[in-house]
């Protein structure tokens, strides 16, 4: 194997799609979570790309069996603009698209559409359905619980997830502007992705029960699971540093994630019964569209919303700086830059491949990197 070799997109999206159908996942579902996995590599968000197939979906289909790869939404309620569905642990990408059409189609009606999921499974990079809207001339928002992770302001125990509040917006440019990230200064993705690459976790974003900061990141994953770390909040653990604004956001999302739709929360996300066996996360999401044809003009709006983002980037550097960038622009120069390169993957990556692929007999893929 390479140490770091890049991959075309669209081979790693069809052995996606295949291993997906040889765990049991519907073809078209396969297709939906595969796009939704490789869309978050294409924009360079390798924290929820390819990089978490394995741990993520494989391993709790698979191994662990927490995770329904035949996803069975049940539709709990329905009420013009609203609704209220249940995934029945299936696939959280496959209850998430729809859970977003169901938004998309409300909006068309009502102008707005909500529509909340409980008992569902990680969904991927939470941008992806905002982006749906956008699509269809909307605003978008998402959000999601999460496994405990972040502790609370004046807290050390890991209480709340990650939990994205999530808005994609159209503009009159080549993308829409979206705000994916978690409400912690950093999310347990990108620490899994730095396990990886055999990095340190920078200091100050993870504390331990002493309240003293952890920067190994393998082990940090660990004492996540044990409860012995906790992410800090945007804005840091204290009060002096904003900390309680981060705090006050993940409350919302798990507020909207889980007692709209009276699903699971905070403790009862950990994926562990009181015996220490495994269960499933039983994670609750909510979608939100907003058509912007029932407050003005589509094109007007675009217009302005652009307008907004090209002054911002035309402001005043700091001394320094190349460039001043507006929320989806980073993204969107990410898959400029990769279209072309494919997918960088490592050495660990590269053997997660390769066991999935040899575990499942798909004999027809073979990797460069062999």
Excluded at 82 to 95: K, Y
Excluded at 181 to 206: H, N
Excluded at 225 to 230: I, Q
Excluded at 301 to 308: L, N, Q, R, S, V
Aim: proline content about 4%.
């Amino acid at each position: 194997m390479n140490h770091n070799t890049r991959v075309p997109f669209g081979q790693l999206e069809t052995f996606m799609i295949d291993l997906f159908v040889s765990i049991g996942v519907p073809e078209e579902d396969a297709r939906t979570c595969a796009d939704v996995l490789i869309t978050a590599d294409r924009r360079g968000i390798d924290s929820h790309g390819i990089g978490r197939l394995k741990t993520i979906y494989y391993d709790r289909i698979v191994h662990q069996k927490i995770q329904r790869p035949v996803t069975e939404l049940e539709l709990v309620r329905d009420q013009a603009a609203t609704a209220v569905v249940d995934g029945h642990h299936g696939m959280g990408m496959v209850v998430s698209k729809r859970c977003m059409e169901m938004a998309i189609e409300k909006a068309r009606t009502f102008g707005l559409g909500m529509v909340v999921a409980r008992n569902s499974t990680h969904y991927g990079f939470a941008a992806y359905y905002p982006i749906m809207a956008c699509k269809a001339g909307m605003i978008g928002l998402t959000g999601t619980n999460a496994r405990p992770s972040i502790a609370p302001t004046f807290g050390v125990e890991n209480m709340l997830g990650t939990n994205p509040l999530v808005f994609g917006m159209p503009t009159d440019e080549e993308f829409p502007f979206t705000n994916d990230y978690a409400t912690s200064i950093i999310q347990r993705g990108k620490i899994e992705q730095y396990a990886r690459e055999g990095k340190d976790c920078p200091p100050g974003l993870v504390i331990g029960r002493d309240g003293q900061t952890k920067t190994d990141s393998k082990q940090i994953l660990k004492d996540l699971v044990s409860g012995e770390a906790a992410l800090a909040p945007i804005g840091g653990i204290s009060e002096e540093t904003g900390g309680y604004k981060g705090y006050g956001f993940a409350a919302v999302v798990e507020l909207l994630s889980a007692a709209l739709q009276q699903g699971a929360f905070l403790k009862q996300l950990s994926g562990l019964a009181d015996d220490g066996t495994r269960r499933p996360y039983a994670l609750g999401h909510f979608f939100l569209a907003m058509n912007i044809e029932n407050f003005c003009d589509l094109a007007a709006f675009k217009k302005t919303a652009g307008d907004i983002l090209r002054e911002l980037r035309g402001s005043q550097k700091a001394p320094g700086a190349e460039q001043i960038y507006t929320a989806g622009e980073k993204e969107h120069l990410a898959w400029l830059d990769r279209k072309e390169k494919g997918v960088v993957v490592n050495e660990a990556l590269q053997q997660q491949l390769i066991t999935m692929r040899d575990e499942q007999g798909l004999s027809q893929h073979r990797f460069s990197f062999e």
